[in-house]
């Protein structure tokens, strides 16, 4: 009989802690933070915040709690190895397989396969036996996300309070499509390479192919940005409060306008009809000094660009500069702190240097984001698209109506161009899960949270598979996180 050395159990136990850990850091550090801010802004009292840090200590040791979560898959998955190929290697015995039908190789990949399986499968559930709102999102997100200002730990509050009940399931939806959109790029990328090296090795790789290969994170982004932007338009109720919040601070767009588009959208809001939708614009013609017919749908034909435009004159392209400048000071105030923090903990002049650099290129990635926005919007419905197409073909009311917003979400994401690969990346697999969530239901019957689990397990099972057999598959930040875990 042979036993394990203590040496090697710890060893096998270090993944269980070192994720432990890291959900234990991710689910209460930003509880810690928020009432620290608070309570240095005045708004608790030093004992209020004692017992609430307290708390919030204590809720990261639930057994049902996210950190026991990541125990259980990472740990899982390392520890569950062992039997499973004790138990491969029985089954093939049993089925007079040979050592060369299923080569060593194999049998390793399968058992890490349905360790991972079991421990995700195992995890899932014990994650949705809470009662409570778990941090999941929020704690995955942070390994992942780009920069602290698009974070987004929260869920539809709505939603929360119905799965609370424990007759609606959903909570871990947002947790879901994270590993999916992971496995999928950790797939589709494994299938492209291969396809490559075998062109490659031909002599057949193209300058198609090739850009194929490099617009690949970029076309992910513009599609889940451009999803996200149609959503935050029309179905502001399908995004978490926290990241409306933050695209309407970035946009600086005048509410009533959004209204319109929504109106427009639903029906109510008709050109050369009058159905009550006069005021809402009009007020905004007071405020702006603007004659009050340009805000009735019943007279003016279609809105003018200068009402878009919030006050930036009856130029298209002095508005796009005009959003671009606005923007780009918004952006850079929040990438400069960050990039010298980042840079902090090796404070050279390069690294200074560095740290403006990619913070200008992340301002301009952003401003542009929204200038393409707002400038493809005045492009499809004055500027271009009835020159294109005739009003018989395309109606004022068509191009308000929808057209002219899917035009600014087509192009807006492309912007994402202007920053580098290694960054596109990043930003793209961040934005990809919300685009996703989108299209997914909020919240469901329970009885079909068996579905959500399969489809959980099977991602992570894969992700947890190739990080362990090809790390570099495996790619950002989050990639680089789980390998430190599972080293």
């Known amino acids: 009989m042979i036993v394990a050395k203590p040496a090697a159990k710890a060893g096998l136990l270090k993944p269980l802690a070192r994720a432990w850990f890291l959900g234990y850091l991710s689910s209460v550090a930003p509880r810690f933070i928020g009432l620290l801010v608070a309570l240095l802004r005045g708004k608790r009292t030093a004992n209020k915040t004692l017992n609430l840090l307290s708390s919030a200590a204590g809720s990261g040791l639930r057994l049902t709690g996210f950190p026991t979560f990541c125990g259980v898959v990472i740990g899982g998955s390392t520890l569950f190895q062992r039997p499973a190929r004790a138990i491969i290697s029985l089954a093939i015995r049993h089925a007079n397989f040979t050592k060369t039908e299923v080569s060593h190789f194999q049998r390793r990949v399968i058992a890490r396969f349905i360790s991972a399986l079991l421990a995700s499968w195992l995890g899932f559930y014990l994650l949705n036996l809470q009662k409570k709102v778990t941090e999941a999102t929020g704690a995955l997100a942070s390994i992942s996300a780009p920069s602290v200002e698009l974070q987004d730990p929260d869920f539809d509050r709505k939603v929360t309070a119905e799965c609370r009940n424990g007759h609606k399931a959903g909570r871990t939806m947002d947790l879901t499509l994270f590993a999916a959109t992971r496995a999928v790029d950790v797939l589709v990328g494994e299938v492209w390479a291969q396809y490559q090296r ?73 050109y050369g009809r009058d159905t009550g939708q006069a005021p809402l614009l009009q007020s905004m013609c007071r405020d702006y000094s603007w004659p009050a017919r340009w805000g009735d749908p019943a007279k003016q034909i279609p809105i003018p660009c200068e009402l878009v435009h919030m006050g930036s004159g009856s130029s298209c392209e002095k508005h796009a500069f005009d959003r671009f400048a606005k923007a780009f000071k918004f952006a850079m105030a929040t990438y400069v702190p960050l990039n010298l923090i980042i840079k902090f903990r090796s404070p050279t002049s390069s690294n200074l240097k560095r740290a403006l650099r990619d913070s200008v290129r992340s301002s301009t990635f952003l401003a542009s984001f929204i200038a393409l926005f707002y400038y493809s919007i005045c492009l499809a419905r004055t500027r271009l698209g009835p020159r ?3 009003s018989k073909t395309v109606s004022p009311m068509q191009w308000d109506g929808g057209l002219c917003v899917g035009a600014g979400c087509a192009m807006c994401g492309w912007s994402i161009l202007i920053e580098a690969e290694q960054r596109r990346h990043e930003i793209a697999f961040f934005v990809a899960p919300r685009a996703a969530a989108v299209l997914a239901p909020r919240k469901y019957n329970r009885k079909f949270l068996y579905r959500e689990g399969i489809v959980f397990a099977l991602s992570t099972a894969a992700v947890l598979t190739f990080v362990q057999e090809k790390p570099a598959r495996v790619r950002g930040v989050f990639g680089r996180v789980l390998r430190k875990v599972l080293s």
Do not use: C
Not at 209 to 219: I, M, P
Not at 223 to 246: C, E, F, H, I, T
Not at 253 to 269: P, T, Y
């Open 198 to 270: 075998r062109r490659k090795g031909n002599g057949q790789w193209t300058s198609v192919e090739k850009a194929v290969s490099s617009l690949a994170d970029g076309s992910v982004f513009a599609v889940s940005s451009g999803l996200v932007m149609w959503a935050w338009l029309y179905l502001p109720q399908r995004l978490p409060d926290a990241y409306n919040k933050w695209i309407r601070e970035a946009a600086a767009v005048d509410d009533r306008l959004v209204e319109a588009l929504r109106r427009a959208r639903n029906g109510e809001w008709i």
């Open 388 to 390: 294109i197409f005739s």
